[in-house]
């Protein structure tokens, strides 16, 4: 598989009065071209920082303690902030859950997203309002030319996050990374957004980043899944192979907690405990404690992701 961006190692801390706590720990991920990745996990796995960390910019006080981000040969980690600020928003781009704290309430969405096309393209004023309204339509917004001059609170959550797609979408980026970009919406909204991204990935031949804490949202958006719990990937397969032969007892949980028409329980499965914090580096599993198949062997040693077959890597010594 090609990769896009390929991240290696990462590890990043968070520091506080109490000490230090590790968000992501040596984690290594690749980013398939052309493709949607789903990196799936429960809310405080490390899933936003991680995508943060892409463009380097890890909200302080978080720290990135060691890692490399490839994209193209060149390190995003270690590159100048020239480089970076280049490549951010043309190259790689990015969508949040909640559009309106985005989205700057005193200006239209025409205005701010003519602006980002204005930075990234050499474009007159009058071919930039075109193309914004162009922008506008393909991300669905009904009537583009009057919603130009729309303020954000003029729209619904679902034209919001349109919006904010259409300012995505601007200077034709490779990659875009999409933070739970349904998680502030309805139901109904959410997978005609969801029908969006995965249009739009196709047709601008882009790679995704979907980031969800709902394994249900990726299950018929993504080529590839990645699980993440306490800040390392535990199982990174193709999406039908996930689902059709989940290894690691973690993403087995996560499967139970997908609402399903055909289960006649009455209650949905929870896994039982919490997402620990990482203050120091465990001896063994951090899913341990949480899990059914977990014994003193489990405890012994570090717990390496390892490959079952092709493409089906998974970190637990027990499956
Ligand atoms: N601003 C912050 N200050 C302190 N700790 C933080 C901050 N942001 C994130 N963290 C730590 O990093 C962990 C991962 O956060 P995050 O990436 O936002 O999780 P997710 O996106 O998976 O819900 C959190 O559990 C928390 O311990
Ligand atoms: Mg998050």
């Known amino acids: 598989m090609e990769a896009i961006v390929t991240i290696e190692n990462l590890t990043i801390s968070f520091t506080n009065l109490y000490g230090k706590s590790y968000a992501v720990r ?19 796995c490390g899933k936003s920082v991680t995508a943060y960390s892409i463009l380097n910019l890890v909200p302080k006080p978080g720290k990135i303690e060691s890692g490399t981000i490839t994209y193209n040969s060149i390190d995003l980690l270690h ?19 909640e559009p309106m704290t985005s989205l700057n309430p005193v200006f239209t969405i025409g205005y701010q997203v003519q602006e980002a096309v204005e930075l990234h393209l050499q474009y007159s004023k009058q ?10 339509g393909k991300a ?13 609170h003029e729209l619904s959550g679902g034209l919001r996050q349109r919006a904010m797609i259409a300012m995505a979408l601007a200077a034709h980026p490779d990659l875009l990374i999409a933070d739970e970009p349904t998680t502030a919406l309805d139901v109904t909204i ?27 949202i990726v299950a018929n958006t993504a080529d590839y899944i990645a699980i993440m719990y306490a ?16 290894l690691h007892p973690y993403t087995h949980g996560l499967m139970n907690c997908i609402p399903s028409l055909h289960k006649t329980a009455k209650r949905l499965y929870t896994i039982p405990g919490n ?26 040693k570090p717990v390496n992701l390892a490959g079952r077959k092709k493409d089906h890597l998974v970190r637990c010594i027990k499956v």
């Not at 984690?27 to 990745?37: A, D, F, H, V, Y």
């Not at 800040?231 to 989940?246: D, S």
């Not at 997402?275 to 012994?300: A, K």
């Open 26 to 44: 040596n984690l290594s991920l690749s980013i398939p071209k052309g493709k949607t990745l789903g990196l799936v996990g429960e809310s405080g």
């Open 231 to 246: 800040g390392e990937i535990v199982e990174y397969a193709p999406t039908k192979e996930i689902f059709e032969n989940p």
């Open 190 to 216: 959410q997978s005609q957004i969801l029908d969006l991204l995965l249009t739009l990935q196709a047709t601008e031949h882009m790679s995704m980043l979907l980031i969800t804490h709902d394994l249900g």
């Open 79 to 97: 590159c100048s902030e020239n480089t970076l600020r280049s490549i951010r928003g043309k190259n790689i781009a990015m969508i949040f859950q």
């Open 127 to 136: 071919e930039a309002k075109e193309y914004t309204i162009e922008l506008l």
């Open 275 to 300: 997402v620990p914090i990482i203050t120091q580096p465990p001896q063994g599993c951090v899913f341990h404690p949480r899990c059914s198949l977990g014994d003193d062997e489990c405890l012994q």
């Open 140 to 152: 669905g917004i009904p009537n583009a030319a009057q919603r130009f001059y729309a303020y954000p």
